[in-house]
């Protein structure tokens, strides 16, 4: 089986820009996290997505959005970077999001801005 | 409010050594507990959970953890270290939220170890 799959793997971005990124989970997840991944703050979850429905958020400003196709793949978009947006961005997909669910992380997309 | 946290930045064990990287939590029921790592430039991989049952929980790579209610620890463990064990490990704490369960995850702790 296939393990989660992120696109693009790096990227470079100007302050203001927007960008998207892209997650694949695992064939038959339908739960998919995503997870911004700082020196400084550690991970911080960003929200979750499930069949195509926000299920929960985390504590980010509005810049930060996503959305979830009828297939499970998950997209987030963050719009007019801010330096402080460099960051790895992982995202993870579990079945259902269930409380004994192993979450399974991609590898990340690795974005910096400038 | 659930949290966990990982007292130490940054464990360093000589190879063969037993290594211990600590974990502890806070969170109203049932604790569901995780491990996982990271290498550099890669994702999180899962190690181990603890969901109910015997205390000691066994996991990949030879890791085990011992769950402690009364002193609210998950601790990892493994009895004999290898090198390439070095890499950034993470305690997570599963709790509900808005129907599904989200996982809160520790600093992260540096795992380092000397040849």
């Known amino acids: 089986k296939a393990g989660v799959t992120q696109t693009p793997r790096y990227l470079i971005k100007t302050r203001g820009q927007q960008v998207t990124l892209s997650c694949s989970p695992i064939?038959?997840?339908?739960?998919v996290s995503w997870y911004q991944q700082t020196p400084g703050q550690g991970l911080q979850f960003l929200f979750e997505?499930?069949?195509?429905?926000?299920?929960n958020k985390g504590n980010f400003p509005g810049r930060f959005s996503g959305r979830q196709f009828s297939n499970s793949r998950s997209e987030m978009n963050v719009s007019t970077l801010e330096l402080g947006d460099s960051a790895l961005y992982l995202c993870?997909?579990?079945?259902?999001?269930?409380?004994?669910?192993?979450?399974?992380f991609g590898p990340g997309t690795r974005l910096l801005v400038l | 409010a659930q949290s966990v946290a990982q007292p130490e930045d940054q464990v360093n064990v000589a190879e063969g050594n037993p290594l211990t990287v600590k974990c502890t939590y806070s969170?109203?029921?049932?604790?569901?507990l995780f491990w996982y790592v990271q290498y550099p430039n890669r994702g999180l991989q899962f190690l181990l959970k603890?969901?109910?049952?015997?205390?000691l929980v066994k996991g990949s790579y030879g890791f085990e953890a011992e769950f402690n209610k009364s002193q609210t620890s998950f601790h990892l463990k493994k009895p004999s270290a290898l090198v390439s064990d070095s890499a950034l490990y993470f305690c997570?704490?599963?709790?509900?939220?808005?129907?599904?369960?989200?996982?809160?995850f520790g600093r992260g702790t540096s795992l380092i170890v000397h040849p």
């Open positions: 993870a997909s579990s079945l259902m999001g269930g409380k004994e669910e192993t979450q399974y």
């Open positions: 064939s038959g997840h339908r739960s």
């Open positions: 997505y499930f069949s195509e429905t926000q299920r």
């Open positions: 969170v109203s029921g049932n604790p569901y």
């Open positions: 603890y969901i109910t049952g015997d205390n």
């Open positions: 997570a704490v599963s709790f509900a939220s808005g129907g599904s369960y989200i996982p809160t």
